[in-house]
């Protein structure tokens, strides 16, 4: 699956590994149970390490682990579950979460604008000719009227900008 990262195609370090199964060195992606179950062993080896995380697990569980987790990956199952766009945001916004948040599943282009605006910045993609028009989604707009955790200037920045600055 090609990997989209802020935007553009990129290379995938992470190795997926199944529970029980010995880590290798290097970065290395693991289920939440073996997380839940070895974290303190987990996150002391040399190497970064990413949780695949499910959309029906509450992400607080997290919370202990997160300074030292470089990868979450949340799981978008089918069309209808955004469970992972909440994820998301607690993620970023209630727990300062400031590594890598990979959608993984069903990314649409149609939602990737959401995506990044919820705080995913990196998408397992189904196909490579997704890539180009996942850039242009992204781009699609650069005013919105809600704040998220993503920082993006909304409409009432637009405004009240001039009267902050005495123009």
Do not use: C
């Not at 470089?70 to 909440?86: E, H, N, Q, W």
């Not at 939602?111 to 996942?134: P, S, W, Y």
Request: avoid cysteine.
């Amino acid at each position: 699956m090609p990997l989209v990262k802020n935007g553009a195609l990129a290379a995938d370090a992470f190795i997926p590994v199944a529970d029980g199964d010995p880590l290798p060195d290097g970065p290395v992606i693991v289920s939440a149970a073996r997380l839940l179950a070895d974290g303190p062993a987990l996150v002391t080896r040399n190497g970064e390490i990413g949780v695949a995380w499910p959309n029906d697990k509450d992400v607080a569980e997290l919370q202990p682990f997160l300074s030292r987790l470089s990868l979450i990956t949340l799981t978008f199952p089918k069309f209808r579950d955004g469970r992972a766009y909440s994820q998301a945001r607690l993620l970023r916004e209630r727990y300062g979460y400031k590594g890598e948040l990979r959608a993984v599943g069903n990314v649409l282009r149609d939602q990737v604008l959401m995506m990044v605006r919820a705080g995913f910045d990196a998408f397992a993609l189904e196909k490579a000719a997704d890539v180009e028009a996942f850039g242009k989604a992204v781009a699609t707009y650069s005013v919105f009227y809600q704040p998220t955790g993503d920082h993006r200037p909304t409409v009432r920045d637009a405004r009240t900008a001039p009267a902050a600055t005495g123009g």
